[in-house]
Each structure stands twice: as structure tokens, then as C-alpha cells.
């Protein structure tokens, strides 16, 4: 009978399907790849299925889920003018929070609250997406509130105030940079001399080592880089792109790379022995990462007409391409990674329209031989992209844009996608959206 059972579940393993958490920023290994399988090719007639949907407050900050669990930041203004105004900070009074859902239901399970004042540019909310490592959640708050809690009861385990400890105002932009976890280890921007960023134990919070100084510390995620069999630590700060040694904090090499205004956003994309960054400004290079691992050497530089120039969302590099969203034009550009050259654009997966629409923002994320994108119009799409062209198979509206940007509405918080399901926030309501086939 045994063996009878054994070889009716061997029939059936060609039909089990895979199914992932989405624990922290841009997917479990931050590629923006989602590898799931069971998930819709199209958009059904009758749209996708909403779940359940829930109340919460504002913020940029995408979702997090694992474990069964939903964790999503906001901020609850109490007092204070939220203007939107990119060159002045607000002063705002209210409560910064990680809610903490259960992700079939929607049911709260348990919620993290401080009173945190404001004083950044576009003060909606939280920016870093939670990250989730096995029994512990890492939150980073706008003004550099950092807290390491229990993923079951959100007990506090440890935190520290960056800004505080090290004699750095947040950036006026607020803290954007979404924690990393390594090992043991946890990277993340903390500013101060010295202290553009800082390792810390995961388990206690004590500091490990810290590195690097700049004018600003810009809002660059630190950024795993393996090449040939060794791992280097990306950090893009105002100033320079450099590589670490994760271990020690020890900077392997540095290259100048300024965008305007500070505005480091969007993380190097790497494949094979190339590294792509790019910010506003027409700040574009592809570098060649040199055998040692000890250099790069710029390959091209992108001009007003070539290559792309990502903010908002990180683009795509898929070795021959680069696919993703302009932040001076707002199209969604494709562009040869050979020389930057573009093979066309189009404004309908970010501002939805077909014209020009500053920091219009896409965020793309590869699924099997297609990508799925979430725009800041609150719409998920379908498409496929090549160098010839993009061919969209379908969109559904999932959340009304509710930010204000330039005189028009936006969803600016990237999707989190795990159990074959849709979670995606604006600043009034988070939505979980079936993915089923």
C-alpha cells in the first residue's frame, strides 16, 4: 500500500505547483524575478479576484510577506501640512507603524507604533520595505528609525535611531534605502562621517563595522553583487559607486557617478561581467567588472537620447536589454546594453498616457517568459518585452493612485508577490488580488 501511495504522488508532482514568499524589497533574492508558478497568462474577462482588502495609512514603503504574514508600513498624521513640495521639507506630528496582517484573511495579527515627527520632502510615509528573515522583520522608518522585531508577536527585540547615533539628518527625501541581510550580518545606510554605511549583528543590533563618506547618503538599497564565485557589497551614495567586502566593510574600489540632486535611487543591475547604474541627470554607465573583482572599467555612458536613466524603479537588465522607466521623460524605455542605443518607448505601462510625464514610474518584474508591472496609475499589467517592441496582454486596475506628484496622482510602492497572489498598498488601502490560473 505504501509503495502503491508513493507512486500515485510521483503521477502527480508534474502538477504540484511552486509557491514563494516575497520577503523582502524586489523579490526573496532582490532580482526581480518572481518564480512562482499556477499564475494567470492573461487577465480573465471578469478582471482578477480581490481577496479582501484593507484600511492603512500613507507610505511608499511596498509590502513584505512571508510566513503566512503580511507586513506593510504607514504613517497616521496627526497634525502638520503634507505640501508634496520636492524642494522643502514639511513638519509633520503623527504615528510611524508596521501593521502586520495575516495574507489569506487580511486579519490584523499585531501592530508596531511610535510617535515619530517628520521633517522630509513628500512626508506621505514609510519608504523601506520591511525585510523579513526567518524570525525577525527589520523596519526602517523615514527618519531613521530602525527596529528588529519578532515575526510572530512583534516583540522588540532591538533598535536604534540612525540619525541620532550617527549625527546625520535624514535625507531630505527621507531614509529610502531598504535593509539588507547577510549571514549574520545587517547593511544599512546610516550617514554621518564615516558612516555612509554600517553592518550591524542582526541578533543584538551591535555594530560590526561602518564605511565610507559623501556629501549626501543618497537612497540606494546596498546591493549584493556575485561575481565569479565572490560577493561584493554595492553602495551607490551621492557621490560614488563603490564595492565593499560584505565581511569587513573593506572598499575593494570606487568610481565617481553623481546623479542630480542626490538622487541615487534605483539599485546597479548586474549580468555576467556588466553592471549597469543609472539616476537622473542622464547619469547612465554600463562598467565591465574587471577579473579581480577589484575594479570596474566604463564600457559607455548614456547621452539625452540614449540608454535609460531609473529613479523610482529599478530596471531590468537581462543581459542584452535594459527595460525600464525613464525619470526625466517617464517612458518606459528599452535600450540595448551593448551601447545604450533605444529600439523604442512608450508611455502606457507608467503614466498610462503618451506624454511626457516626470518620474513616470513602472516597476518591472520578470515572470517566466513574460513581465508583470505595476504601474503608478495602480494598474497591473501583463506584457512581453523584447528589443522590437512592447506588446502589452493585459492590465487590471488594483488601486487608485493617491500620492500627489507634479500635479497628478501616483502609486509609488512596489507590489509584493507570494503565494500566487497581488499585495499591493497606496496610501489608504493595502489589496491582496488572486494570481491563480
Known sequence: ????????????????????????WMGPKRDSVYRETGIVKSIPAGGL????????????A????????????DYQIKSGTNTSNPGARDELAGTERLVVLDAKSGATLWIYAYQRPYKVSYGTGPRATPTVDGDRV???GAEGDLACLSVA???????KQLAEEYKSAAPIWGHTAHPLVRKDLL?????????????????????????????????CPPTLMEHRGREQLLIWHADELNGLEPETGKVLWATPLKPRYGMSIAAPRVHGDRLYASGIGETGVMFE???????????????????????????????TMLFGADCGSGAFIAAKASDGTRTWETFQPTAGGTRR???????????????????????????????????????AHIVDATSDCFGRKVVWSHPALAGRCLFARNDNEIVCVSLAE
Do not use: C
Not at 479576484?49 to 507610505?59: A, S
Not at 511596498?62 to 508600513?73: E, N
Not at 508577536?153 to 533598535?159: A, N, V
Open 187 to 219: 547593511y544599512v545606510l546610516a550617514g554621518g562621517q564615516g558612516s555612509v554605511v554600517v553592518a550591524l549583528d542582526k541578533l543584538t543590533g551591535a555594530e560590526r563595522w561602518r564605511a565610507l563618506s559623501a556629501s549626501e547618503i543618497g537612497y
Open 357 to 395: 510625464a516626470s518620474h513616470g514610474t513602472a516597476f518591472v518584474i520578470q515572470h517566466e517568459d513574460r513581465y508583470l508591472l505595476f504601474s503608478e496609475t495602480g494598474d497591473f499589467i501583463i506584457a512581453k518585452l523584447s528589443a522590437e517592441k512592447y506588446e502589452e496582454i493585459g492590465r
Open 153 to 159: 508577536d512583534g516583540k522588540l527585540l532591538w533598535k
Open 289 to 319: 567588472v574587471l577579473p579581480d573583482a577589484k575594479g570596474v572599467k566604463k564600457l559607455w555612458a548614456g547621452n539625452i537620447k540614449s540608454a535609460l536613466y531609473s529613479a523610482n524603479a529599478t530596471p531590468i537588465f537581462d543581459g
Open 62 to 73: 511596498g509590502p513584505a510577506v512571508a510566513q503566512g504574514r503580511v507586513f506593510v508600513t
Open 138 to 140: 527589520y523596519v526602517l
Open 49 to 60: 479576484k480581490v481577496l479582501w482588502r484593507k484600511p492603512i495609512g500613507g507610505g511608499y
Open 1 to 24: 500500500m505504501i509503495r502503491l501511495i508513493a507512486l500515485f504522488l510521483l503521477t502527480l508532482s508534474p502538477l504540484v505547483v511552486r509557491a514563494d514568499d516575497w520577503p523582502q
